[in-house]
């Protein structure tokens, strides 16, 4: 482990990571062969380990979440990667899990964002206001246009500035409610919220959802009503069933991600995509910002 670097993920882009997805998973790499393995409940919260290994490299991500850190003025999700080599199980790289999570999970989404949205400038209502949020809007802007951009989020201050800093980089935002969802072609949730953002009722069947904010089962930030007539589509069924078997309701047929690149997609139907992350996607990523030294 002596001299092991530590690496930077921010010199990878958004661009970058979701074109690296998208390319292993077109060579083959299948969604479904992670072991799926509890969180471990913490006094302090819950520490998530994902393992993954393939051909050239291996890695394990150690993660904690505290929900009572921002009171203490310390990062609620905190962590590390340790990259090892695929043969000879050679430690490589340590990276910082909490910035590797903040571009895995958008970049995931941006592969997604490809395939079930239309290629348009879109009407968009982004609920939450931290750190997915905004890698969330970086995904966007880096496979599609945003027409204008409702941001909904529960401190006003908080939201507002969210709202300005997305004008910063170019894109039209201001701050709304969730009633904006009625004229959204996409919709955004990017909370850990476990009860149901927005009527569903309100949204165009043309809209496309991708809800992004939970990592444990228990709660729906999605009404039951949009789930049951929604196309499901899912990073990993695995790991999608584990950690958000509610949202996605095990019933339904669900699509992962590999599969969404080769099948059609009926962009007047609603779609739902639900993440919940999984460790080959962490090491997908964290071996193309090794790769990058």
Known sequence: MIGVPWLDVSRLSM???????????????????DPVLPGVDLPGGTMLLAPASGALYAGVRVVTVAPDNPARGLPRVQGVYLLFHGESLQPLALLDGADLTALRAPAISAVALRHLTPD???????????????????????????????????????????????????????????????????????????????????????????????YRSGGRDVDEEYVARAALYVDARTAALYRAGV???????????????????????????????????????????????
């Open 247 to 293: 949202t996605v309701a095990p019933a339904r047929r669900l699509i992962n991600l590999a599969e969404l690149l080769a099948v059609p997609v009926d962009l007047a139907q609603p779609r739902l995509f639900t993440s919940v992350g999984a460790a080959w996607e962490d090491l997908v990523v964290a071996a193309a910002v090794y790769e990058l030294t």
């Open 120 to 214: 348009r400038p879109l009407s968009t209502v982004l609920f939450g206001t931290g750190v997915q949020a905004w890698g969330h809007i970086q995904a966007c802007v880096a496979v599609r246009r945003l027409a204008r951009l409702t941001v909904v989020g529960r401190e006003v201050a908080r939201t507002e500035a969210f709202a300005a800093r997305c004008r910063a980089i170019g894109v039209p935002a201001a701050a709304g409610t969730p009633e904006a969802v009625r004229g959204a072609d996409l919709v955004l949730c990017c909370t850990t919220s476990t009860t149901p953002l927005f009527d569903s009722a309100e949204l165009p069947d043309s809209a496309a959802v991708l809800a992004v904010g939970g």
């Open 15 to 33: 661009a970058g990571a979701a074109r690296m997805i998208e390319a292993a998973l077109r060579a083959g790499l299948d969604p479904q062969a």
